[in-house]
């Protein structure tokens, strides 16, 4: 291989500046004693460091530019450094580390923090088994390039879900963060591809008329999705809970005497990052709602049945139904989530207690006022929860009597 000891660069300009030669040739680094630049005959160029360990010369191969910009090449350079005077070779303590599969520090990983900082970690295992291990999984930690990260996040794009794949944009980056502070890896390869260009959150407003929960409900009741789906999602109208609540619902929390649902581990808080318990005031129409699920569910734990038994149904179950019958009408699109802000906004304009409204949405409020307001709003929950059962059964019982009457007529 010729040597270029004369070529030398230090800052990011002049590195863009060396070509691709008829041979293969090196440059350094002026400033970091030992940081070499290989740059071969296509043009790739990778970031050696060369030091003296024993008497022994070794070279150790970090990374590739751009990928690894100079200013980390530089400090991953300086870390060595720290090795080789400590009498430890970078190489080798590198060659240990990398056959540990992207998988298995996928687990430690679940272990060492997802567990420790969610009491339910369900979401996160989901993703990393669904949507990453598959991709990625196989690959040794330290041999992951910024195009295996795209290609892992961009799957999800491509199958339509911005906001989800940003998710795993967001547990890639927090996982090679900690990869880093074990010193698995020289640099964080997801800072690559900015959160920006993957999904810009924008804040939602869509909700339902009433013109538009009649026409909703009334394709969803009298289509041939499967009922307790069909129930389900009324029920998300009806009590305000979150998508991930309702399918997680056990019967062990139901209470039909007290008329009471017990939601022990809701959505963690996003200011806080800690869950909090629910309580949902069931109206006459949900307890019939409940009691017709519990005859479809038998001994089950869940109130709504997984394929196997023991097991809840899947996170995408009513979405799946939800799109279905949205597809059978000409309503615009929403989500599951939407009929939250569908119920708020119509128990808003009939006047209800905003804060009771709020705690029915298990929110929390904001600054001083959050700080020393504690009241539950009991009385006014349940009063509410009754009279947007009534108003909701109203608007669309009677297009949907024959469905109702499958079970027994409710309010």
Known sequence: MAQAKKILFSTDREIKSLKAGEKRYTAKDALANGLFLDITT???KSWWYRYSLNGKQERLVIGRYPDLSLKDARQVRDESASLVAKGISPKQKKNKVSSTLFSDYGERYLNEVIKKDRKDPYNMILCLN???YPIMGHIPLDQISIEDVRRTIWRKKEQGYDAAA??????LKRMFDYAMTLGLVPYNPVLAIPSRHVHKAKPRDRYLNTNEIRTYYTTLLNSRIYRPRKLGLLLSLLTLVRKSELLRAKWEHVDFDSRMWLIPETKADSMT????????????????LFKELKTIAGDEPYVFVGRKSGTHISHNAFNTAQKAALALTDIPDFTVHDLRRTASTHLNEQGFNSDAIEACLNHTAKGVRGVYNKAKYEKERIEMMQKWSNFIFDVIYEPNVIFFNQNRKIG
């Open 42 to 44: 296509t043009g790739v």
């Open 130 to 132: 669904n949507d990453i």
């Open 166 to 171: 940003n998710q795993v944009r967001g547990l």
């Open 273 to 288: 990052g800690h869950s909090r318990e629910m309580v949902v005031y069931m109206s006459d129409q949900v307890i019939e």
